[in-house]
């Protein structure tokens, strides 16, 4: 009866838990493409361990661009090029570069969908997956490699540099018409 309650409670405390870690899709289904609060600490480092572990085992050379989905802010940008410790934003339509087109996560599962260049010129499809473990956090769990032939890569996303990107109320204040902007 003892081990019966205590495995009851133990299973309750994992349950809760493991609810705090949530559900999550970024980009959001329904067109939106704001990352939320709620999913800003786990993405970058999902999206992080994802570039590297295409890198180290697809890669070619050192010097290499990304690409996040879009709607993704320059900061973000900034914490997965300083987490992996190299790359750079993709600057130009059609130059190589990983490509992170989605990420998911379901409660201790977290998968990454990534298209990357083989050292042949094409591009590949891969899903990076990840199981969250309470003290280490997100490890490498697995992959499945789609076969999709030369898969084109996602359209090129800039991000707006962090000083251009202004806080909601301040974007949304109508601006004062210049004299030159009334002369026209």
Same mark, same amino acid.
């Given at each position: 009866?003892?081990?019966?309650?205590?495995? $009851?409670?133990?299973?309750?405390?994992?349950?809760?838990?493991?609810?705090?870690?949530?559900?999550?899709?970024?980009?959001?289904?329904?067109?939106?493409?704001?990352?939320?609060?709620?999913?800003?600490?786990? $993405?970058?480092?999902?999206?992080?361990?994802?570039?590297?572990?295409?890198?180290?085992?697809?890669?070619?050379?050192?010097?290499?661009?990304?690409?996040?989905?879009?709607?993704?802010?320059?900061? $973000?940008?900034?914490?997965?090029?300083?987490?992996?410790?190299?790359?750079?934003?993709?600057?130009?339509?059609?130059?190589?570069?990983?490509?992170?087109?989605? $990420?998911?996560?379901?409660?201790?599962?977290?998968?990454?969908?990534?298209?990357?260049?083989?050292?042949?010129?094409?591009?590949?499809?891969?899903?990076?997956?990840?199981?969250?473990?309470?003290?280490?956090?997100?490890?490498?769990?697995?992959?499945?490699?789609?076969?999709?032939?030369?898969?084109?890569?996602?359209?090129?996303?800039?991000?707006?540099?962090?000083?251009?990107?202004?806080?909601?109320?301040?974007?949304?204040?109508?601006?004062?018409?210049?004299?030159?902007?009334?002369?026209?």
């Amino acid at each position: 009866m003892k081990t019966t309650i205590t495995a $009851v409670l133990l299973g309750f405390g994992m349950g809760c838990l493991s609810a705090c870690a949530g559900s999550v899709t970024y980009p959001p289904p329904g067109g939106s493409t704001e990352l939320g609060e709620a999913a800003r600490k786990p $993405v970058p480092t999902l999206m992080t361990k994802a570039i590297r572990f295409a890198h180290d085992r697809y890669g070619d050379d050192d010097a290499f661009a990304i690409n996040l989905p879009p709607g993704t802010p320059a900061a $973000v940008y900034d914490e997965v090029i300083a987490r992996l410790g190299a790359g750079r934003p993709m600057l130009e339509a059609g130059e190589r570069a990983y490509h992170v087109t989605k $990420v998911t996560l379901r409660w201790s599962d977290a998968k990454v969908d990534l298209v990357y260049p083989r050292a042949d010129g094409y591009y590949e499809f891969i899903t990076v997956s990840f199981q969250r473990d309470l003290v280490r956090g997100y490890e490498f769990a697995g992959t499945r490699l789609w076969r999709t032939g030369n898969r084109p890569p996602p359209p090129h996303y800039a991000p707006q540099p962090v000083a251009a990107q202004a806080p909601p109320e301040e974007a949304s204040q109508p601006q004062a018409a210049s004299a030159d902007d009334i002369e026209k």
